[in-house]
Nanobody
């Protein structure tokens, strides 16, 4: 099993920045890709960004491309989501997820492990 713990959420004004962290523990060797998802009130969960642990290939949703950067520190078993130029529509609970597949999936069912989520609120 792999445990994921997110941190770094909070309240920020539009145009501001936040960096989310996702610390992995347990059988992290079984995790080949990490994704960030978000869910706003009344909306479905959506893919934000994904990264392969090995090689660092990344993939982004169009809505965050150019503003968000996903990265990972293999030595620390930690993934990050740097969010710049935040907009009110970025307000959501953000979840990190781990996958045993080396493919960066954009659907939640492709991920095997989930964190508890961290709230990001962007005020206008």
């Amino acid at each position: 099993q792999v445990q994921l713990v997110e941190s770094g959420g909070g309240l920020v004004q539009a145009g501001g920045s936040l960096r989310l962290s996702c610390a992995a523990s347990g059988r992290t060797s079984s995790t080949y890709a990490m994704g960030w998802f978000r869910q706003a009130p009344g909306k479905e969960r959506e893919f934000v960004a994904g990264i392969k642990w090995s090689g660092g290939n990344t993939y982004y949703a169009d809505s965050v491309k150019g503003r968000f950067t996903i990265s990972r520190d293999n030595a620390k078993n930690t993934g990050y989501l740097q969010m710049n130029n935040l907009k009110p529509e970025d307000t959501a609970v953000y979840y990190c997820a781990g996958s045993r597949s080396p493919i960066i999936g954009t659907k939640g069912f492709l991920y095997d492990y989930w964190g508890q989520g961290t709230q990001v609120t962007v005020s206008s």
